[in-house]
């Protein structure tokens, strides 16, 4: 089915919280066509506020509850312990006291605005990030499950001659397989009680992972290292069935990495503007290359906004953006609403836009550059920002590429 969403981290609502301001996102979505609310991943951020190097795999960070007061009675806390036996305690030795209360306020109010999202025909998108971050909760606990003396990375490319030293720890293989991969499976259990589709984080890492030496000062002395393929996936299918996972299969994918999304039957991603390069005709991003079985995005929380992107990009990416637009008879006063519309025209089964798209908001809205570490993660919406003009528009833009439920479209 056809279906369209937007993507705004709870801390970019006006409260930065799952309070009032995000049942009025819920709202505005419904009344827009929407079918999905994308979101990064819930956990306690680091202190330049990265999702991405959260304190925990497993926790939800405390800083997004509306009530953070509110009473938690003893049976509530039993429960949750049960239910959530394999990570909570890590979890509570590790945050202090009140930890494991936070998770059940947490839980109670995700439940309350997930539950209200559903009735309005809205549902929530997770995002999982691959790896985990150095010192955190998991990483203390389980020493057992990672190598020492290695980190991730990126090799260098044409986009840096260093390539990229993320830090984070790198997952032992084979001692995870001895433990028939419990630890994914329980990750997973987690995330889809929180979400009912996510994105997993640098997909290639399944087949292949850029290892550095933990002590080198860049990624150039690295090399590739071998991951576990497709037994983790089955693993997690094994023990909870169907995996609603879309594989992040953006930058450098070799024929490997493309075989095991298609063998698990996992949509990948195309990036709208990615495909505006007249001199590559294969990329996966162009327009006539799209898949069906993609989710196709405006641009994602590593990426500019797409005036951003108008603003600064050469003169042949905007003449071929202008001929590919042409081609689909799409033409708007802005341009950026003119790509949000080719995005929408894509035979991709899912198309997310940034909520500073539709705002049309410049490069001051971005969410992150990534390789910065400070000056991320800070884009707030303002209140009322998001009117009910702009839903009208979106859910015209929305039925006519046929994403609304119900309505079949005019493409």
Not at 43 to 68: I, T
Not at 148 to 160: M, R
Not at 194 to 221: K, T, Y
């Amino acid at each position: 089915m056809r279906s369209a969403g937007l993507l705004l981290h709870p801390t970019s609502l006006p409260e930065g919280r799952l309070g009032a301001a995000a049942y009025a996102f819920v709202d505005w979505l419904a009344a827009a066509g929407q079918t999905w609310w994308q979101v990064l991943p819930l956990g306690p951020p680091d202190e330049y506020r990265s999702p991405y190097k959260a304190a925990s795999a497993f926790a939800c960070s405390p800083a997004l509850l509306a009530d953070p007061d509110a009473p938690v009675e003893p049976s509530e806390l039993r429960a949750f312990r049960e239910r959530h036996a394999a990570w909570i305690e890590d979890w509570a030795e590790y945050a202090g006291p009140g930890a494991v209360e936070d998770q059940v306020r947490f839980a109670r109010e995700w439940s309350a605005l997930t539950t209200y999202a559903r009735e309005r025909g809205v549902r929530v998108f997770g995002d999982v990030p691959i790896y985990v971050a150095p010192g955190s909760a998991d990483h203390v606990a389980h020493p057992e499950l990672f190598l020492s003396g290695w980190v991730a990375g990126a090799p260098p490319d044409a986009f840096t001659d260093l390539g990229q030293h993320w830090g984070n720890p790198l997952y032992d293989w084979p001692a995870l397989h001895r433990r028939r991969y419990r630890w994914w499976v329980e990750r997973a259990r987690r995330t889809f009680e929180l979400f009912e589709l996510a994105r997993i984080d640098h997909f290639r890492g399944f087949v292949a992972c850029w290892a550095i030496p933990e002590d080198a000062p860049d990624a150039r002395s690295g090399r590739w290292r071998r991951g576990p393929g497709r037994p983790v996936f089955d693993a997690m299918r094994g023990a909870l069935g169907a995996l609603p996972l879309v594989a992040e299969d953006l930058g450098v994918i070799t024929p490997a990495v493309e075989r095991l999304r298609d063998e698990l039957g996992l949509p990948g991603m195309v990036v709208i503007v990615f495909g505006f390069d007249g001199a590559d005709r294969h990329s996966p991003h162009r327009m006539e290359n799209h898949h069906v079985r993609r989710v196709v995005y405006t641009g994602t929380h590593d990426h500019d906004t797409l005036r951003g992107w108008w603003d600064a990009a050469a003169p042949d990416q905007r003449a071929e953006a202008e001929r590919v637009l042409a081609r689909y008879g799409i033409e708007e006063p802005e341009p950026w609403w003119a790509l949000i519309r080719l995005a929408l025209a894509s035979r991709a089964e899912t198309a997310i836009a940034q909520a500073q798209d539709v705002l049309g908001l410049g490069s001051e809205a971005r969410m992150n550059v990534p390789g910065r570490e400070g000056g991320n993660w800070g884009w707030r919406l303002e209140d009322g920002q998001l009117t009910p003009e702009l839903a009208a528009r979106l859910r015209a833009a929305t039925e006519a590429a046929g994403r609304v439920p119900g309505v079949s479209g005019r493409l």
